[in-house]
T-cell receptor
Framework: AQTVTQSQPEMSVQEAETVTLSCTYD???????LFWYKQPPSRQMILVIR??????QNATENRFSVNFQKAAKSFSLKISDSQLGDAAMYFC??????????????FGKGTKLSVKP | NAGVTQTPKFQVLKTGQSMTLQCAQD?????MSWYRQDPGMGLRLIHY???????DQGEVPNGYNVSRSTTEDFPLRLLSAAPSQTSVYFC?????????????FGPGTRLTVL
């Protein structure tokens, strides 16, 4: 079974600085997707960024980028120029590329990010 | 499009009561699922469905029932509520496979069982 581990329960960053959130996963599959979701205090789950395992190029969405290391099974999220609105819980998630039960999302336990003004 | 909608947003139950959490999506997604979120535990899968008439259990299915009579709706039933079911519940939907399989989440239901 696949597992996702976020080893940092809490992180803090100064406004305008850069922070990296860690995520490792365990799988025997070769084709899968990885996601970072943001959950602000409103508790709405918001997709931040997505990575397909077959793509070597790291995904980027504006100030958010990932460092995807497939061999090391590592998927870290970098937030540049941190803003107060980035303060939230961040979840790393894994999803098999197959359908059926393989399509379920497997979540890490989350990292709570605080942004200091 | 309304996306994924959930009702109610908040609910308080007494132990032993039953209720149904409603979930609907208007994106014609085949795949729908229910998660519960507990402090320090992330989101855990309760039940899921890959299409109308097809449901299956996730990681924590005990105490919950689901059905999928239409593509749009995927209600979650608590048969006899227990304090251990106090949690925030999320419904999600997506296409089953392929690049367009981002899961879209509803706003969540905060359930308290006394």
């Amino acid at each position: 079974a696949q597992t996702v581990t976020q080893s940092q329960p809490e992180m803090s960053v100064q406004e305008a600085e850069t922070v990296t959130l860690s995520c490792t996963y365990d799988t025997s599959e070769s084709d899968y997707y990885l996601f970072w979701y943001k959950q602000p205090p409103s508790r709405q789950m918001i997709l931040v960024i997505r990575q397909e395992a077959y793509k070597q190029q790291n995904a980027t969405e504006n100030r958010f980028s990932v460092n995807f290391q497939k061999a090391a099974k590592s998927f870290s999220l970098k937030i540049s120029d941190s803003q107060l609105g980035d303060a939230a819980m961040y979840f790393c998630a894994y999803r098999s590329a197959g359908g059926g039960s393989q399509g379920n999302l497997i979540f890490g336990k989350g990292t709570k990010l605080s942004v200091k003004p | 499009n309304a996306g994924v909608t959930q009702t109610p947003k908040f609910q308080v139950l007494k132990t032993g009561q039953s209720m149904t959490l409603q979930c609907a999506q208007d994106m014609n997604h085949e795949y729908m699922s229910w998660y519960r979120q507990d402090p320090g535990m992330g989101l855990r899968l309760i039940h899921y469905s890959v299409g109308a008439g097809i449901t299956d259990q996730g990681e924590v299915p005990n105490g919950y029932n689901v059905s999928r009579s239409t593509t749009e709706d995927f209600p979650l039933r608590l048969l006899s509520a227990a304090p251990s079911q106090t949690s925030v519940y999320f419904c999600a939907s997506s296409y089953s496979r392929g690049l367009a399989n981002e899961q879209f989440f509803g706003p969540g239901t905060r359930l308290t069982v006394l």
